[in-house]
């Protein structure tokens, strides 16, 4: 079955820096990477998504990258900001099965 | 646009008794999820539904944990006995389509004494 793994588990940046968490599939069906945000105490909201037949895809400060030969993608945030601060979490979700495995998080904290 | 609803928030019992959790999804949401989310780690699918039927429900411990989704709107995820193990956060899940953006509710905070 699917594993997803996500470094670093926790990350702190100074506000303005930029961050980037990565993650690894071992899938090769996997087709489908969304990021999700979770705050203290808060549900897991959807920040960006990459399918498998792009390679990047950018939103304002966010950007995600697919290298699906080396199976694995990252999520860059540039010009952190306080409220940027959250748990992150990766997922890799294979077509034929609709089952999204996520990885164990990423916890930022942007010091401003 | 309501979004998913989770009930109770919190809930504390002692071990061995029975908890049930109740969802109701965003409407016009055919599929319908329950994770588990252990403190520190990321949600584990426990089952999933399209409309009422549970299309994947190979996660579910099915000797303690049920769930039912009776006419495809909201569902309940049931812990008969539950185990101090099993204190965690059950979230619920809804999407439009496979694969597509979860919405997920609040959650429900178990803790087992």
């Known amino acids: 079955g699917e594993n997803v793994e996500q470094h670093p588990s926790t990350l702190s940046v100074q506000e303005g820096d930029s961050a980037v968490i990565k993650c690894t599939y071992s899938?090769?069906?996997?087709?489908?990477f969304p990021w999700y945000k979770q705050e203290l105490g808060k549900r897991p909201q959807l920040i960006i998504d990459?399918?498998?037949?792009?390679g990047e895809k950018k939103d304002q400060r966010i950007a995600v990258t697919l290298n699906k030969t080396a199976k694995h993608f990252s999520l860059h945030i540039t010009e952190t900001q306080p409220e940027d601060s959250a748990v992150y979490f990766c997922?890799?979700?294979?077509?034929?099965?609709?089952?999204?495995?996520f990885g164990s998080g990423t916890r930022l904290l942007v010091r401003p | 646009e309501a979004g998913v609803v989770q009930s109770p928030r919190y809930k504390i019992i002692e071990k061995k008794q029975p908890v049930a959790f109740w969802c109701n999804p965003i409407?016009?949401?055919?599929?319908l999820y329950w994770y588990l989310q252990n403190l520190g780690q990321g949600p584990e699918l426990l089952i999933r539904?399209?409309?009422?039927?549970?299309?994947?429900d190979s996660q579910l411990p099915k000797d303690r944990f049920s769930a039912e989704r009776l006419k495809g709107v909201d569902s309940t995820l049931k812990i008969q006995p539950a185990e101090l193990g099993d204190s965690a956060v059950y979230l619920c899940?809804?999407?439009?389509?496979?694969?597509?953006?979860?919405?997920f509710g609040e959650g429900s905070r178990l803790t087992v004494l």
């Open positions: 899940a809804s999407s439009f389509r496979d694969p597509g953006e979860l919405f």
């Open positions: 899938d090769s069906a996997s087709n489908y």
């Open positions: 990459i399918r498998s037949n792009v």
């Open positions: 997922a890799a979700l294979r077509g034929s099965s609709y089952k999204l495995i």
């Open positions: 409407s016009g949401h055919n599929t």
């Open positions: 539904y399209e409309n009422e039927e549970a299309v994947d």
